[in-house]
């Protein structure tokens, strides 16, 4: 079965043009330093984190970011949200998509529901750098849903494995960045009531994406 019909798809594979890859690329330099190989997808396994309170929460907070690191640019996914990663990015060949979709499927399809994977909350504001040390991300820590979304990681790692691909980091930090720069970034301080308003966020997911290329692949989370 074509991955076209196994999953919903966001946007078509099939109707993109080599000049939207051309224009994904150039977005991804933007944030990272692996070079464009023809012929080579990148491709993310993601959880979408849609929060109208965190999104208020964020706005309320990046400008303070921002007066320190004034090169600080918003960062968001396709789909506009920001989001956490359950992979680290991947490279396929086109011939590879339709088998690795597929595989993803299954996996997900096949996740024993467990509460406290549909909600999770967050402790605070931290930084990270990419494996290259090029770029800084502001990003807001998991605290509750960390350890289902660890299970999730160690259910996907085969599959990423079977691709010749990296697994995900060993003891991952989950965190979702909202923020980016080609420099360090240095936090202000944040009020007591700043954070305790971050605590009381929570936000609940029903859902995993696959990124391809510019493509979007949309996986439900089972509910029983």
């Known amino acids: ?8 798809i966001l946007v078509d594979y099939e109707s993109s043009s080599d000049d939207d890859q051309q224009t994904l690329e150039t977005t991804i330099k933007r944030i990272r330093t692996v070079e464009h190989i023809p012929g080579n997808w990148a491709t993310l396994i993601y ?8 999104e208020k929460w964020i706005i309320s907070i990046f400008e303070k970011i921002k007066l320190k690191n004034p090169t600080l640019q918003k960062l968001e996914d396709m789909d506009g949200n920001i989001h956490i990663s359950l992979c680290r990015t991947a490279y396929l060949k086109e011939y590879q998509i339709d088998r690795f979709v597929q ?3 299954s996996k997900v399809n096949s996740f024993d529901f467990m509460n406290d994977l549909s909600q999770i909350s967050f402790s605070k504001v931290s930084i990270y750098q990419n494996d290259e040390k090029t770029r800084s ?7 509750a849903g960390a350890t289902a979304l660890k299970w999730m990681v160690e259910q996907l790692n085969p599959i990423l494995l079977e691709f010749n691909q990296q697994s995900f980091y060993s003891d991952p930090k989950f ?3 909202f923020g ?3 420099f360090d970034i240095r936090l202000p ?4 009531d700043e954070l305790t308003s971050l605590h009381k966020i929570c936000c609940f997911i029903s859902r995993i994406h696959i990124r391809v290329g510019n493509r979007v692949i949309q996986l439900d989370l089972p509910t029983s």
């Open 47 to 54: 959880i979408p984190i849609v929060s109208d309170n965190l």
């Open 137 to 143: 991300f502001a990003a807001v820590d998991v605290h």
């Open 1 to 8: 079965m074509s991955w076209k019909m196994a999953s919903k």
């Open 189 to 192: 301080h944040f009020s007591p």
């Open 103 to 105: 595989s993803v499927t």
């Open 175 to 177: 965190h979702a960045s």
């Open 180 to 182: 980016w720069t080609t």
